[in-house]
């Protein structure tokens, strides 16, 4: 019902930055949230960031807190996740994800989710 296009991931050497999107097909009361998770093989998917839609709350994983910054441009049905001071340990592949509340997200929970962009972080 709702598809999630991702862009921006690629390779950067850490200290790097990388800004990545996420567009939606369209607006659900499943998808007023926005958020995005990352996946490293061997690893769990872990929550990084969402972001409601008014834009006036923001969580943020405590591994990207202060490195990472989670936008929307709700004209585009769009989220943006700029990533600064990028770590080697960033590397994932990098998961859009939509849910009625950011909370939802924050908790690994989500309606939709996009197929992904990979990040690769250099050391």
């Known amino acids: 019902q709702v598809q999630l296009v991702e862009s921006g991931g690629g390779l950067v050497q850490a200290g790097g930055s990388l800004r990545l999107s996420c567009a939606a097909s369209r607006r659900t009361v499943s998808s007023d949230a926005m958020g995005w998770f990352r996946q490293a093989p061997g690893k769990e998917r872990e929550f990084v960031a969402a972001?409601?839609?008014?834009?006036?709350?923001?969580y943020y994983a405590d591994s990207v807190k202060g490195r990472f910054s989670i936008s929307r441009d709700n004209a585009k049905n769009t989220v943006y996740l700029q990533m600064y001071s990028l770590k080697p340990e960033d590397t994932a592949v990098y998961h859009c994800?939509?849910?009625?509340?950011?909370?939802?997200?924050?908790?690994?929970?989500?309606?939709?989710w996009g197929q992904g962009t990979q990040v690769t972080v250099s050391s």
């Open positions: 972001i409601n839609w008014n834009g006036d709350r923001l």
């Open positions: 994800a939509t849910d009625s509340r950011p909370e939802r997200l924050r908790g690994g929970m989500y309606a939709y």
